[in-house]
């Protein structure tokens, strides 16, 4: 469905050439992975662009188009400045409540997001700010007889892609209680049961479950581990309603991964064994990458040090297979940082700080600066590691350095770790 106004963008389609929409697509991805990125670009994406849908591109297609185009702009490609489209406001539908003013941060991303989203059978519209940005998606409530197509589901995907874009640039806490109005605006797609195919359906079922999981981070991150726990099973139950294997691999997944940070060792085992049986059918060696670690770190939790290498020497087999088209999309965030970061973790777990402190440090160094959250991330846990080590002045340094770069991030997990770190140095003479 075309954006109203929208202006076609004549340039990027004369630089996709003779090449179709999908094997256009198909390059674009070849040139993120050749520079780390990771995006799930299709022809449909392309066609938004050409159709001027997409005024400017978010900060990791920009990152790759300017890597395919060297010495070009965005301008030259077809798109709009940052800062003329980030602050546009949504249009309101006659008879709905004005959204409210936006505001303004420091940060280059620094507008308010808009979300509008149809929460009932009439016109009223709900303006969520859920964080940095600039573009208004709708998600519409089914009515009569309306059946569920693409333009729903869409919006359901977009909110999903944008949840995780200001989470990889902000953190959770800002996010968390505005982005659960989406989610029951998507189940609510869902439950009406009017799709119009199959394949829409599917794509609903995935966009609704992938959002449950987004959603549920949002709380994991920022502390509210029962809220976090109730939106991962929502999403596994989804998974199994549709029999979508890697929908039901990343709420596996996710679930290890919460069941570690509460202590819950043996449930993070057996979640990440059953995300990796989910895993099996898929063609995504860096999935049972990731689901590997988190099975190594449950068995560091549990100091069974000979079950954790054995995890980790599985990992590193699976990413050095390196990345493949059957990547999911939520896996941007998995390279060889977050990889570091997580055998970090496992070493910590295990009482070897010094080993961790080595991983935890190459961790940071590799990271893309994009990730802020999980730049930030990574610095805490190295600030950690050393003053668990015993070296106070350089973790001392290091937690400084993560505390002045937080600008705009907010994890009560970074937190967190920063207060546990100056707890250890104040037992240090």
Same mark, same amino acid.
């Given at each position: ?22 094997? &256009? ?36 297609? $920009?990152?790759?188009? *300017?890597? @395919? ?46 979300? #509008? ?15 940095? +940005? ?38 959770? $806490? ?29 794509? *609903? ?19 509210? &581990?029962?809220?976090?726990? !109730? ?35 043996? $449930?993070?085992?057996? #979640? ?19 689901? !590997? ?9 549990? +100091? ?26 939520? @896996?941007? &965030? ?5 990889? $570091? ?33 999980? *730049? ?34 907010? !994890? ?18």
């Amino acid at each position: 469905m075309a954006v109203s106004g929208a202006v076609p963008n004549l340039a990027f389609r004369r630089l996709r050439g003779q090449h179709s929409p999908a094997e &256009f697509a198909a390059t674009v991805r070849r040139a993120a992975r050749e520079i780390g990125e990771q995006v799930a670009c299709d022809a449909r994406y392309i066609g938004r662009v050409e159709a001027g849908e997409i005024r400017c591109p978010n900060y990791a297609y $920009e990152r790759v188009f *300017l890597h @395919m185009f060297p010495g070009l702009s965005l301008a030259d490609l077809g798109f709009s400045a940052r800062e003329a489209v980030r602050g546009r406001r949504p249009a309101v539908p006659a008879g709905a409540p004005p959204a409210p003013a936006i505001t303004t941060r420091n940060d280059e991303e620094s507008d308010v997001l808009r979300r #509008a989203f149809m929460t009932s059978g009439t016109a009223t519209v709900a303006a969520v700010s859920l964080g940095l +940005g600039g573009t208004a998606v709708a998600i519409p409530a089914p009515r009569g007889a309306h059946r569920i197509g693409e333009a729903e589901v869409r919006a359901v995907e977009d909110a999903v892609r944008q949840i995780r874009l200001l989470d990889d640039r902000h953190g959770a $806490e800002g996010l968390y209680k505005a982005a659960a109005q989406p989610l029951r605006a998507a189940y609510a797609l869902l439950d009406a049961g009017t799709t119009a195919r199959r394949s829409t359906e599917d794509r *609903l079922h995935a966009g609704a479950g992938e959002l449950a999981i987004s959603v549920g981070w949002l709380a994991h991150d920022s502390g509210r &581990f029962d809220d976090a726990r !109730s939106h991962y099973a929502e999403a596994l139950a989804t998974a199994r309603v549709a029999g979508d294997p890697a929908l039901e691999a990343h709420a596996f997944c996710n679930t290890s991964f919460l069941a570690r940070d509460a202590g819950r060792y043996r $449930e993070a085992v057996r #979640a990440a064994q059953a995300g990796l049986r989910a895993a099996q059918p898929l063609a995504s060696a860096r999935l049972l990458s990731l689901l !590997s670690l988190r099975e190594a770190g449950a068995w560091a939790g549990l +100091g069974d040090r000979s079950a954790c290498e054995q995890a980790l020497g599985r990992a590193h087999g699976h990413f050095a297979k390196g990345q493949s088209d059957g990547d999911p999309e939520w @896996m941007s &965030f998995f390279g060889e940082p977050e990889l $570091e970061a997580l055998e970090a973790h496992c070493w910590s777990a295990l009482g070897d700080w010094g080993r961790a402190a080595r991983h935890a440090h190459r961790a940071a160094v590799l990271q893309n600066p994009h990730f802020a959250r999980n *730049l930030a991330l990574y610095r805490a846990q190295l600030a950690s590691n050393l003053a668990h080590a015993g070296r106070r002045d350089e973790a001392s340094a290091e937690a400084r350095r993560v505390v002045d770069s937080l600008g705009d991030v907010q !994890s009560s997990r970074i937190r967190r770790i920063l207060t546990e770190t100056s707890q250890v140095l104040a037992t240090i003479r």
